[in-house]
């Protein structure tokens, strides 16, 4: 039996790989969104215990270091300035994640159209394939019926097609 090749196999295999490498940068932008979420995430809980230091440190009624309290406040200053950039850098992981999904969906679109193009012509050839065994077994019923079982067909069965009885 005869085998389906699909002429534009190596247009898919391409589109596939694009896809994939598409697919690669989007899983890469979305580790870098993570980290700077998690070092978000740590900037605030930081800040938030750097404050609450600074507030011990702010009793009313007691002696307040001076020196201390300002080095705890450049500490979370520092902490919050961190945190700031780490935002911004989001914001611009963001922007690019966006696009990496707007071309992962585009790669995604093109591979899904070789495909079904792929699939249309597979169920086309196997609907010739299955026409032509049609074909070849009503040839071989008719040589059975018409020609008797006999080599070279013999007289009777070239009546029978000439239409003579």
Known sequence: ???FRFELQSVLEQRERVERARQRIVAELERERVSIEGEIRSCRELAMSESSDLRARLVPGEAVDLDAVRVQASASLGVLARA?????RLAGVYERLD???LELLEAATARRAVELLRDRRLEAWKRDELRREQLVLDDLT???????GREGGGAGSASLIGGER
Do not use: T
Request: aromatic share 6%.
């Open 84 to 88: 700031q950039a780490a935002v911004v």
């Open 1 to 3: 039996m005869a085998r």
């Open 142 to 148: 008719n040589a059975a019926r018409f020609g008797g």
């Open 99 to 101: 696009r990496a999904r």
